[in-house]
């Protein structure tokens, strides 16, 4: 039986819940061994990289898990919708990025919205950073502050264009926490908080699912 060592976390100023699970499949060599075999194309949108589609099994074995592992941190939950959930590795090279993979960013602005990213790479360490707007102090952005912010944001932007992949703290954002990633480890926040991938400069970016930075991302909803 898999052991699940879970921990509990409050970031930043606005003490948003995160939680870390560590152990959290059953048998990331075999999805591992998946990914090798599946067929990964553009993400598009906003995401620096390729994207593939699960094992039919992973939602099945994994959502228990997740239900778990909410508890009550992120407020009531009779069912957890599944948004949208596949493989995912960040290849695309720093000088490559277009102005919005420069900088932290939110996936949706509800609290009742989820994410989850599952770090598959045995090796890589770059895992996930948080993130505090400096001039607004906004940590998370719903919909009544998004206005504000990008109008903000967009101002600063003309005088202080980011460069390559965010990891620390830069003119216009203060790091609030990171966690590394480590084989099999899994977190939660909500998909309103700040974020970005903590990609080194000169982290190796393989489209190799056996070499680059493997992981799952998926986007779920409580209801």
């Known amino acids: 039986m898999t052991t699940h060592n879970i921990t509990r976390r409050r970031i930043g100023a606005e003490a948003e819940p995160l939680v870390i699970i560590d152990g959290f499949a059953g048998d990331p060599d075999g999805l591992r061994a998946a990914a090798a075999e599946a067929a990964f194309v553009s993400a598009g949108q906003h995401y620096p990289g390729i994207r593939a589609a699960l094992p039919d099994t992973y939602l099945r074995d994994q959502l228990p898990v997740v239900a778990r592992a909410l508890g009550r941190e992120f407020g009531p939950c009779r069912?957890?919708?599944?948004?949208?959930?596949?493989?995912?590795?960040?290849?695309?090279?720093?000088?490559?990025?277009?102005?919005?993979?420069?900088?932290?960013?939110?996936?949706?602005?509800?609290?009742?919205?989820?994410?989850?990213?599952?770090?598959?790479?045995?090796?890589?360490?770059?895992?996930?950073?948080?993130?505090?707007?400096?001039?607004?102090?906004?940590?998370?952005?719903?919909?009544?502050?998004?206005?504000?912010?990008?109008?903000?944001?967009?101002?600063?932007?003309?005088a202080t264009p980011p460069d390559g992949y965010i990891a620390g703290d830069t003119a216009l954002f203060e790091?609030?926490?990171?966690?590394?990633?480590?084989?099999?480890?899994?977190?939660?926040?909500?998909?309103?908080?700040?974020?970005?991938?903590?990609?080194a400069r000169g982290a190796p970016l393989s489209a190799d699912p056996a070499a680059g930075r493997l992981t799952v991302t998926a986007f779920l909803a409580i209801e």
């Open 79 to 158: 069912r957890i919708r599944v948004v949208d959930a596949q493989f995912s590795m960040v290849t695309i090279t720093p000088e490559a990025l277009d102005i919005r993979q420069r900088l932290p960013h939110v996936d949706a602005y509800g609290r009742d919205r989820i994410a989850l990213i599952h770090y598959l790479s045995p090796t890589i360490r770059d895992g996930t950073a948080f993130f505090r707007h400096r001039k607004s102090g906004f940590e998370t952005i719903d919909e009544t502050r998004a206005p504000a912010f990008f109008e903000d944001l967009g101002h600063e932007l003309e």
């Open 175 to 199: 790091r609030t926490a990171l966690v590394d990633a480590a084989y099999n480890r899994a977190l939660l926040y909500r998909s309103y908080v700040l974020h970005s991938g903590a990609i």
